[in-house]
C-alpha cells in the first residue's frame, strides 16, 4: 500500500507539473496569439481602401509561419466593420470559406450583412436562401431584417417580421429597433411608440438603443413633453437602462426646441456618463455645445479630448472645424485647421473642403486658393466639391471664365466617378451668363453638362435665354435639342422662334 501510495504521489506530482507546464505553455501561446493577431489585423488594416488583396495578404502571413485561427480572424473581421472597411471584412469571411472554416448561425448573419453593404440587397438575399434550413433562424432573420430596414423596404421589411413571428422566432429589442429605424429613416416617427407599447404588452425589454430612438421619435414629432415624459421613465422604471447616448438625445431634443439652457444641462450629464476616452462623446459634445452657440463650451471640451486621447484623428479635427464653422469663428478655425495640416499623417479632403468653403463664405479667396493648392499635392482627391464651391464663388463675383475653368478642370479628373453639378449650380452659371450675355461662356459649359448626362429641359431654356438676351441666333439649335432626346414644348418652341426661325 505504501509502494502504491508513493507511485500515486509521483503520478499526483507528474500531473501537476505537466498541467503547470501546459499552463506556462498556453500563457506564451495566448501572447503569441494575441501578438499574431495584432499582426494580422495591422496588415489587413494597412490595405485601406484597395478590394481583392486581403486572401493575399492572409496567404503571405500563413507562409511567413503565422496561424490565424478562426477566432483571431472573427475579431480582424468586427474591427474591419467597425471602421466601415466592410470589403476587406467580406474578403476575409471568403478567404475562411476557401479554408473550409466552419461558420456558426451568428457568422452567417455577420456575412449576410456585409454582403448586404458591398453587392446590394439582392445578393444578400441570394446567400440567404442558399443557407441550409438549420442556418435559418432567428440570428440570420434578423440580419436579412436589417438589410430591408437600412434599405427602406417597408413592405419586405414587414412581411419578414410577420413571417419571423408565424415561424415562432421570438421577437427581440433588436427587431423592434430595426422597425423603428426603419420608420425613423422614412420620416413616419409617429409609428415609433406604438411599437413600443407592443413590446411592453409582449414583455419585451427595453434596451437603452430603444429607449434612444422612443425619445428621437417624440423630438422628431416636436413633442418635448414627450420626450421628458420617456426621460423619466428610463430614470424611474427602467433601472441603468441609460448612458451617455441617452443624455446626449436628450441635449439633442432640448436644442431642436429652442431650449439651450436645458441642453447644457442634459450635456453636463454626458460629460458625467461617458467616460473619460470616449471619443465618439467628445464628439457629439463639441457639435452640441455649438449649436447652443457656446464658443467658450467648445474650446473647453476640445482640449479636454486632446489631453485625454493618445491621438487626435482626423474626424476628431474634422468635428472641431464643423463646430467652430457652426459658430462663425473663422479665426479659430484658420488657426485649428493650420494646425491640422502642419501635424496630420493622412491627407483627409473633407477637411480642406470645410476650410475652403468657410473662407470662401468670409470672402477669404487666396486663403481658400492656397488651402486647394495644398490638397492637390497632398492629396489623392476627389476634389469635385472643391472646385465647385470655387466655381460658385468665382461666378459671384462675375468671374465667369475662371469659373469655366473650375468646370473644365473637374471634367477632366471624372474617370468613370459619377460626379455631376448641384442644379443649383448649373442655374446660377446660366443665370450669370444670360445676365452677361455671355453666349460663348453658356455654350462651352453646356459641352461639359453634356459630357455629365446633365442637359434637360431647363438648361436649353437658360441657354435660348442667354441668346435672346444676347440677340443672337443658332440655326440648328432646334435640331440640336431633338438630337440630345429633349422634348420641344412650348415654352423651348416660344424661344426657339427667336433663336433658330426656320
Not at 4 to 29: D, F, H, S, Y
Not at 110 to 135: H, M, V, W
Not at 180 to 209: A, W
Request: proline share 3%; with cysteine.
Amino acid at each position: 500500500m505504501i509502494k502504491n501510495a508513493g507511485l500515486g504521489q509521483r503520478k499526483c506530482a507528474g500531473i501537476a507539473a505537466e498541467a503547470l507546464t501546459r499552463g506556462v505553455r498556453t500563457a506564451v501561446n495566448v501572447e503569441k496569439e494575441t501578438i499574431n493577431e495584432r499582426n494580422l489585423y495591422k496588415r489587413l488594416s494597412a490595405l485601406g481602401a484597395k478590394k481583392g488583396l486581403v486572401g493575399a495578404t492572409i496567404n503571405e502571413y500563413l507562409r511567413e509561419g503565422g496561424v490565424p485561427h478562426k477566432q483571431e480572424l472573427m475579431r480582424c473581421i468586427k474591427e474591419l466593420r467597425r471602421f466601415g472597411r466592410h470589403h476587406q471584412a467580406l474578403e476575409t469571411m471568403e478567404w475562411m470559406d476557401t479554408r473550409n472554416v466552419n461558420l456558426s448561425h451568428r457568422d452567417h448573419a455577420t456575412r449576410l450583412d456585409l454582403i448586404c453593404k458591398t453587392q446590394g440587397i439582392d445578393a444578400a438575399e441570394d446567400y440567404f436562401n442558399g443557407l441550409p434550413p438549420s442556418a435559418k433562424n432567428q440570428f440570420t432573420y434578423g440580419a436579412l431584417l436589417n438589410c430591408y430596414c437600412v434599405e427602406k423596404m417597408k413592405d419586405k421589411a414587414l412581411d419578414l417580421f410577420d413571417k419571423m413571428h408565424q415561424m415562432q422566432i421570438a421577437p427581440s429589442s433588436l427587431a423592434f429597433n430595426n422597425l423603428m429605424s426603419l420608420y425613423m429613416r422614412l420620416g413616419q416617427p409617429e409609428k415609433v411608440p406604438p411599437l413600443v407599447d407592443e413590446m411592453k404588452k409582449r414583455k419585451i425589454p427595453l434596451s437603452t438603443f430603444t429607449y434612444n430612438i422612443f425619445m428621437h421619435s417624440y423630438s422628431c414629432l416636436d413633442d418635448i413633453e414627450g420626450v421628458e415624459r420617456v426621460f423619466e421613465e428610463i430614470m424611474q422604471e427602467a433601472g441603468k437602462r441609460y448612458d451617455w447616448t441617452t443624455f446626449s438625445n436628450l441635449a439633442v431634443a432640448y436644442v431642436n426646441a429652442g431650449l439651450n439652457e436645458k441642453a447644457v444641462l442634459a450635456l453636463k450629464k454626458v460629460e458625467q456618463e461617458m467616460g473619460p476616452r470616449n471619443r465618439e462623446a467628445f464628439h457629439y459634445l463639441l457639435s452640441l455645445y455649438a449649436r447652443t452657440a457656446n464658443i467658450g463650451e467648445v474650446h473647453r471640451i476640445w482640449k479636454s479630448l486632446r489631453s485625454s486621447l493618445p491621438t487626435v484623428t482626423n474626424l476628431s479635427y474634422l468635428t472641431m472645424l464643423q463646430a467652430l464653422n457652426k459658430l462663425n469663428d473663422i479665426h479659430g478655425l484658420k488657426n485649428c485647421f493650420r494646425e491640422w495640416e502642419s501635424t496630420c499623417s493622412s491627407y483627409d479632403i473633407r477637411l480642406a473642403n470645410l476650410a475652403i468653403g468657410a473662407y470662401l463664405r468670409h470672402d477669404m479667396a487666396e486663403d481658400a486658393e492656397s488651402v486647394f493648392h495644398s490638397a492637390l499635392k497632398r492629396s489623392s482627391g476627389p476634389f469635385f466639391i472643391a472646385r465647385e464651391m470655387l466655381m460658385m464663388y468665382y461666378l459671384k463675383n462675375r468671374s465667369i471664365r475662371l469659373a469655366l475653368q473650375c468646370m473644365e478642370a473637374a471634367i477632366s479628373e471624372l474617370d468613370g466617378s459619377e460626379w455631376q453639378p448641384k442644379s443649383d449650380s448649373i442655374c446660377k452659371f446660366l443665370t450669370v451668363c444670360e445676365e452677361e450675355k455671355d453666349v460663348d461662356s453658356a455654350e462651352e459649359f453646356c459641352k461639359y453638362l453634356k459630357k455629365v448626362n446633365c442637359l434637360n429641359h431647363r438648361v436649353y431654356k437658360s441657354l435660348l435665354q442667354t441668346y435672346v438676351a444676347a440677340a443672337k441666333t443658332a440655326p440648328y439649335m432646334r435640331t440640336r435639342i431633338e438630337g440630345d432626346g429633349i422634348e420641344i414644348c412650348s415654352e423651348l418652341e416660344n424661344l426657339l422662334q427667336n433663336v433658330s426661325p426656320e
